[in-house]
């Protein structure tokens, strides 16, 4: 073992000493959501020798059947914020309405998250992972729906885990994006991927990569349409993009950062938002994608800048590599929604 490696929270403590005023309890508070991703990787790893696939019987807000590594998942996340004394309130997507904290145990902060994401493919293997946004609670705020409806602008940090055949944590700051890998020797986040950028096209590493599920191309919007056709059938000697789908959120944003591309989730005929949800799954990786050098949009502006309006609101999302965006926007112009 490296004696000199960095976990997560030397890496968290090295970043408070530029902030004379910081008080050290985002420090606390992202070694409770550690806690819990190592408790959801841990599960995830034996839930077929614990019989935790299947579902548990119950289905959450927005109807998607909870699989027992969802309630388990959820169960974690919210459990160790709560015994950290730093979190005011925070949402989830297993519930319906907000999770207030008791006054006596309130912190400073806001918590969004998506505690199991991609979990209908739990039982086939296919990668999975836990999403989650902090901000801070506003000055004199008073009603704690307004601390969770608040833009991407205002985010403190936000990351998300990978349960893939390792377990990475990637977290953006104001600083930039870090990958910490799990050893499962000694239970840390050790610091493997420094100062993550998206790699920009024509660089080495850079691959081209759209990845969108072609099954509802029936659903598409023209914008949508003509944009991933002129991926499959570019001008020229141009060579067309491959397509990667995994249909597991954080494996899809995850490959777009490390290799470049667009990830795609449009809103369509049959919805308009789209599936993804703002709050705890686009706000918090267009955040992760802008901080390492890339871009967000919902066809029109940054998904930062979307005021949310209500918890499990949801948008259109396409996240990667600036050039990809300004493209799809430039589709956008030509052929609003609804076209
Ligand atoms: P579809 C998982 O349920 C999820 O919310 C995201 O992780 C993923 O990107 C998306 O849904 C996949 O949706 O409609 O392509 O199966």
């Known amino acids: 073992m490296d004696t000199e490696c960095r976990t997560v929270t030397s890496f968290v403590l090295e970043q408070k000493k530029k902030y004379p005023g910081a008080t050290g309890e985002l420090t606390i508070l992202l070694n409770a959501l550690l806690t819990a991703i190592k408790a959801c990787a841990a599960a995830v790893r034996k839930a077929g020798i ?5 579902l548990a ?19 974690l996340f919210i459990n160790m914020l709560k015994s950290s004394y730093t979190v005011y309130v925070m949402a989830s997507e297993e519930n319906e309405n907000m999770i207030e904290v008791e006054i006596s145990r309130q912190g400073k902060y806001i918590i969004c998250f998506d505690p199991l994401d991609g979990s209908s493919n739990i039982d086939c ?25 608040q833009s991407g602008e ?21 600083e930039g994006v870090n990958g910490f890998t799990l050893d499962p020797s000694i239970g840390e986040f050790i610091l493997t991927a420094p100062n993550m950028q998206i790699p920009k096209q024509g660089e080495k590493g850079s ?53 470049g591309g667009i990830f795609l989730y449009p809103g369509s005929k049959e919805a308009k938002d789209g599936k993804i949800r703002l709050l705890y799954e686009s706000i918090p990786m267009a955040y ?52």
């Open 50 to 54: 614990a019989k935790l696939y299947g």
């Open 57 to 75: 019987g119950s289905s959450n807000t927005t109807g998607d059947d909870q699989k027992k590594l969802d309630v388990l998942a959820n169960e």
């Open 125 to 149: 293997l296919v990668t999975i992972g836990s999403i989650f946004g902090i901000w801070k609670k506003p000055d004199h705020a008073t009603n704690p729906m307004d601390c969770i409806l």
């Open 154 to 174: 205002h985010l403190r940090c936000a990351g998300y885990a990978v349960y893939g055949s390792a377990c990475m944590l990637v977290l953006a700051t104001r």
């Open 207 to 259: 691959q081209k990569i759209y990845s969108i599920n072609e099954g509802y191309a029936k659903y598409w919007d023209k914008a949508t349409t003509e944009y991933v056709r002129s991926k499959k059938f570019p001008e020229g000697k141009e060579k067309p993009f491959a397509n990667r789908y995994v249909g597991s959120m954080v494996a899809d944003v995850h490959r777009t950062l490390l290799y």
């Open 288 to 339: 992760i994608v802008e901080k390492a050098g890339g871009a967000s949009s919902d066809g029109q502006h940054s998904i930062l800048t979307i005021q949310p309006k209500c918890i499990h609101q949801r948008s259109p999302v396409f996240l990667g590599q600036q050039e990809e965006i300004e493209k799809i926007e430039q589709f956008y112009q030509q052929y609003p929604p609804g076209t």
